[in-house]
């Protein structure tokens, strides 16, 4: 009787503890995806000064957010994995990261940006108020993608009114207006000399 208790006693922890040690696959696969999109973003941004801190990231299918602090600055970024099963940048910025409908200015699904950003909320609440803050202080909305910037070494930011370090990029710089300015005075210079040869020839016809 003894011996069949113990049989089952041992049995009955046999079962209960088999699981233990044994790796969930999802969680094994979304492991992964995280530490492949903290490795695009420090190839990508660390310097022999300072590595990027990317904390936290979240992700749900082929879109990740992910929360990064670089030397005294910080912000969020946008990632997408392509059909080569490679991670991208869609693009960086700061507190705008954090609201869904801007995230669907991106392609992505309402139901991928919504369960992202509340999973980006629930993670960083963890967080102290001065992290979140850094987060949230990066104004820029920095267009890009993972392939743009390792091909070209640096980062290809498309010209946004919501992006100031491309300002001079539009054509109403100083410099395009002094110019197109110029262009306008000759064009009338030369209309005025057009004008007044014709009235001299028409004075000339006049008096034959």
Not at 34 to 47: C, E, L, P
Not at 129 to 153: P, T, W, Y
């Amino acid at each position: 009787m003894l011996k069949q208790i113990s049989f089952l006693s041992l049995l009955l922890i046999l079962l209960t503890f088999s699981g233990v040690g044994e790796a969930n696959p999802d969680t094994s696969i979304l492991s992964e995806k995280k530490a492949s999109i903290r490795t695009v973003i420090n190839k990508m941004y660390d310097t022999p000064e300072h590595k990027v801190l990317i904390d936290p990231v979240v992700v749900n299918k082929k879109y990740a957010l992910a929360s990064w602090i670089h030397a005294d600055i910080g912000g969020r970024v946008v990632m997408h994995q392509n059909d080569k099963k490679q991670w991208e940048v869609v693009l960086c910025s700061g507190k705008a990261v954090t609201d869904k409908d801007f995230l669907l200015t991106t392609g992505m699904p309402a139901s991928t940006a919504e369960t992202l950003v509340q999973e980006l909320a629930l993670t960083e609440a963890k967080l102290s108020k001065e992290k979140i803050a850094l987060f949230d202080s990066f104004k820029a909305v920095v267009r890009g993608s993972h392939q743009a910037m390792h091909e070209s070494g640096d980062s290809k930011s498309h010209p946004t009114k919501s992006h100031p370090v491309n300002k001079g990029n539009h054509t109403d710089s100083p410099e395009s207006s002094s110019v197109e300015s110029s262009s306008v005075k000759s064009s009338s210079v030369k209309s005025s000399s057009v004008k007044s040869s014709s009235a001299k020839r028409s004075e000339k016809k006049s008096h034959h």
